[in-house]
């Protein structure tokens, strides 16, 4: 039984691919032309939402959003979330729908087709290198005078050790988000590492629960507030995650 639950787990990762290629692949010169116009930035918004609506749905996945904030579609903001999946990508894209650009690793860029697309319309960054991390600073910057709100997986990565709840936040996105006075969206993914892991033979379709937490202002704080920004941020985030009864379980 363990053996066809691995081989369907497997082959619903092959759809998985084609499902989130094929809109990629046909629709690739219109979103190459909604990147390169700022014009049609409201139309590049639709695309990607859209594009996470399709794959969340083709999965098989519902979405419950638990304790949903009021988001100003006229406003930037910072979105952040715990990083256990790459279903996490999809989920804020279906999730977001005004314009934003993801702050990711420099090697996303050179998947092929989608990494070209990637590293035009979004902010990408090498953490081994010291002036690509300030050069995010200044693109980022840029994309928020656009109107863009911006997301950032502020554990800097997935967690290799598995058993990790929530791995310590970098301070980027925070410094941001106090540098450019925009408040901070913090959400809490419950279900996607256990429900679409990166183990290739787990996983199944079913509900992804979303914990949004109420918005945090930076209004008036000072770059000298980063670190008790940070701490209050992952004390909210972990202790959702520790409290909730399905994780709970399954990290006995």
């Given at each position: 039984?363990?053996?066809?639950?691995?081989?369907?787990?497997?082959l619903?990762?092959?759809?998985?691919?084609?499902?989130?290629?094929?809109?990629?692949?046909?629709?690739?010169?219109?979103?190459?032309?909604?990147?390169?116009?700022?014009?049609l930035?409201?139309?590049?918004?639709?695309l990607?939402?859209?594009?996470?609506?399709?794959v969340?749905?083709?999965?098989?996945?519902?979405v419950?959003?638990?304790?949903?904030?009021?988001?100003?579609?006229?406003?930037?903001?910072?979105?952040?979330?715990?990083?256990?999946?790459?279903?996490?990508?999809?989920?804020?894209?279906k999730?977001?729908?005004?314009?934003?650009?993801?702050v990711?690793?420099?090697?996303?860029?050179?998947?092929?087709?989608?990494?070209?697309?990637?590293?035009?319309?979004?902010?990408t960054v090498?953490?081994?290198?010291?002036?690509?991390?300030?050069?995010?600073?200044?693109?980022?910057?840029?994309?928020?005078?656009?109107?863009?709100?911006?997301?950032?997986?502020?554990e800097?990565?997935?967690p290799n050790d598995?058993?990790?709840?929530?791995?310590?936040f970098k301070?980027?996105?925070?410094?941001?988000?106090?540098?450019?006075?925009?408040?901070?969206?913090?959400?809490?993914f419950l279900?996607?590492?256990?429900?679409?892991?990166?183990?290739?033979?787990?996983?199944?379709?079913?509900?992804?629960?979303?914990?949004?937490?109420p918005?945090?202002s930076?209004?008036?704080?000072?770059?000298?507030?980063?670190?008790?920004?940070?701490?209050?941020?992952?004390t909210?985030?972990?202790?959702?995650?520790?409290?909730?009864?399905i994780?709970?379980?399954?990290?006995k």
């Amino acid at each position: 039984m363990d053996f066809i639950k691995k081989i369907l787990a497997f082959l619903w990762r092959i759809w998985f691919l084609i499902i989130a290629g094929l809109p990629i692949i046909i629709l690739s010169p219109i979103i190459l032309v909604s990147i390169i116009f700022d014009s049609l930035q409201p139309l590049f918004a639709w695309l990607k939402h859209t594009w996470g609506v399709w794959v969340v749905f083709w999965m098989g996945f519902r979405v419950k959003i638990i304790d949903k904030q009021k988001i100003d579609p006229k406003q930037s903001y910072i979105f952040i979330s715990n990083h256990t999946s790459i279903m996490d990508i999809f989920l804020m894209l279906k999730l977001i729908n005004q314009p934003f650009v993801f702050v990711g690793k420099e090697s996303i860029g050179k998947l092929p087709i989608f990494g070209y697309l990637y590293k035009k319309s979004n902010v990408t960054v090498d953490r081994s290198s010291p002036s690509s991390k300030k050069n995010v600073y200044d693109q980022v910057e840029k994309f928020i005078k656009r109107g863009n709100s911006i997301v950032i997986y502020v554990e800097g990565g997935i967690p290799n050790d598995t058993s990790i709840v929530l791995d310590r936040f970098k301070t980027g996105a925070f410094r941001m988000a106090i540098e450019h006075q925009i408040n901070i969206v913090p959400m809490v993914f419950l279900d996607n590492k256990r429900k679409f892991p990166y183990d290739n033979f787990h996983g199944s379709p079913g509900t992804l629960r979303v914990k949004m937490l109420p918005v945090i202002s930076t209004k008036d704080l000072t770059l000298d507030n980063t670190k008790d920004l940070v701490d209050y941020t992952y004390t909210l985030m972990y202790n959702e995650l520790m409290n909730d009864e399905i994780n709970k379980f399954f990290s006995k």
